[in-house]
């Protein structure tokens, strides 16, 4: 008779990860991003802004890395995102940039941020789930506004003092 070890197998946590960027009022321009982490009854809002000019594939980009970056332990993800180049750089041409050399080389836009989200997906099981923007997705709406906000943040910060 096999005698059981009392230990049970830890379940691997399953996250929905809902990520956006924006630039304000052009782009390139200030720029934010946002991510929302939901696992179960649980959620995590986080978002940031840059100051000097970006663009919005570079606000999108930092949205899925810093998501990505404050899970602690190797999940299971699902993220939303209604960036098509986000979606499709990770689902579609991320295996040719890698066997091409060009991601290593840095040959492409963008490159060190596609080197650090690749260097966080790794971390974990990642489903990439492209979702329209403005189409009424509660939390895709929320993350947008989120985002939206941290530009504007970013944009009256270059301004405060500008009194012309």
Known sequence: MRRQSGRRKQQVPEVCLYTDGSCIPTNPGPGGWAAILVSGDSSKELFGSVVGMTTNQRMELTAAIEGLSALKRSCEVTVYTDSQ????????WMDGWKSSGRLE????????LWKRLVSEAEKHSVRWVWVKGHAGNELNTKVDALAHDAARRARDTQTVGNTH
């Not at 080389?105 to 060190?112: F, K, M, R």
């Open 85 to 92: 180049y986000v979606q499709k750089g990770m689902t579609e």
């Open 105 to 112: 080389a840095g040959d492409l836009s963008n490159a060190d």
